[in-house]
C-alpha cells in the first residue's frame, strides 16, 4: 500500500530535549516536505526537499532541521525543543517533474513541549 | 511573499444546501492549485486540483473548483453537502517554477459544519 509513514503518533517531551520525527514513503518520490499545523493558522511549510541532498528552507525553519539521506526518509529534528513548537506535524511526499504534483500526507504527528 | 485567503473561517450549513467557500491567492505566474480536506483526526487528502486546461475541476465527493486566472481566484463548490461533509477544508498554492519552485503556500483552512 502507497503510504507516508511518521513516528512517533505522539510524543510528550520536555524543553531542551532533542528528539527526531521520523518520516518515510514508499512511492519513491523524490519530494518530501514537513509541515505544522496551529489553530487559525492552517499548514505552514518547515522544510522541504526537492530530492536526495537537496533541502530548501520553508515558512517556518527556525528551531528545525531535517536531512535528505535517502529517497524514502525525511527525518525532522528539533535539537532543543521549546513550548511554542508544540504542534502537529505532517510529512508529505509527492513525484516532481513540470513542477511539483499532489502531496500524499502522512497521519501526523501530535508533539507537546512542557 | 506569496499568500493564499480563505475568506470564511467556518460555514455552518444544512444538508442539502449549496457550499461556495472562497480562496484567493497573491501570486502572478504560474501556479498549481489544490483544495485537501481534513476530516476529523485524520491527515489531509486530496479532493481536486488544477494544474492546466479547462478551468472548472471536478474532484472527489461531487466537489468542483472554478479558478479564474484574472480574480487570482478557486473557489470550491458543492451543489449539496452531506453531513458527512464536516471537515475542514484548506485551499493551497504551489508555484510551478522559479526561485520558489517547492514552496507550497495553504490557506489557514475553513472549517464546514453540516447539520443533519
Known amino acids: 500500500e502507497a503510504q507516508v509513514t511518521q513516528n512517533p503518533r505522539y510524543l510528550i517531551t520536555v524543553t531542551g530535549k532533542k528528539l527526531t520525527v521520523t518520516c518515510s514513503q514508499n512511492?519513491?518520490?523524490?519530494?518530501m516536505s514537513w509541515y505544522r499545523q496551529d489553530p487559525g493558522l492552517g499548514l505552514r511549510q518547515i522544510y522541504y526537499?526537492?530530492?536526495?541532498?537537496?533541502?530548501d528552507k520553508g515558512d517556518v525553519p527556525e528551531g528545525y532541521k531535517v536531512s535528505r539521506k535517502e529517497k524514502r526518509n525525511f527525518p525532522l529534528i528539533l535539537e532543543s525543543p521549546s513550548p511554542n513548537q508544540t504542534s502537529l506535524y505532517f510529512c508529505?511526499?509527492?513525484?516532481?517533474?513540470?513542477?511539483?504534483?499532489?502531496?500524499?500526507f502522512g497521519p501526523g504527528t501530535r508533539l507537546t513541549v512542557t | 511573499a506569496q499568500s493564499v485567503s480563505q475568506h470564511n473561517h467556518h460555514v455552518i450549513l444544512s444538508e442539502a444546501a449549496s457550499l461556495e467557500l472562497g480562496c484567493n491567492y497573491s501570486?502572478?505566474?504560474?501556479?498549481?492549485l489544490f483544495w485537501y480536506v481534513q476530516y476529523p483526526g485524520q491527515h489531509l487528502q486530496l479532493l481536486l486540483k488544477y494544474f492546466s486546461g479547462d478551468p472548472l475541476v471536478k474532484g472527489i465527493k461531487g466537489f468542483e473548483a472554478e479558478f479564474i486566472k484574472s480574480k487570482f481566484s478557486f473557489n470550491l463548490r458543492k451543489p449539496s453537502v452531506q453531513w458527512s461533509d464536516t471537515a475542514e477544508y484548506f485551499c493551497?498554492?504551489?508555484?510551478?517554477?522559479?526561485?520558489?519552485?517547492?514552496?507550497?503556500?495553504f490557506g489557514r483552512g475553513t472549517q464546514l459544519t453540516v447539520w443533519p
Open positions: 493551497a498554492v504551489i508555484v510551478d517554477r522559479g526561485s520558489t519552485l517547492g514552496r507550497l503556500y
Open positions: 501570486y502572478g505566474g504560474t501556479v498549481n
Open positions: 526537499s526537492m530530492n536526495v541532498e537537496v533541502t
Open positions: 508529505a511526499s509527492s513525484v516532481t517533474g513540470t513542477g511539483v504534483h499532489e502531496q500524499y
Open positions: 512511492m519513491n518520490h523524490e519530494y
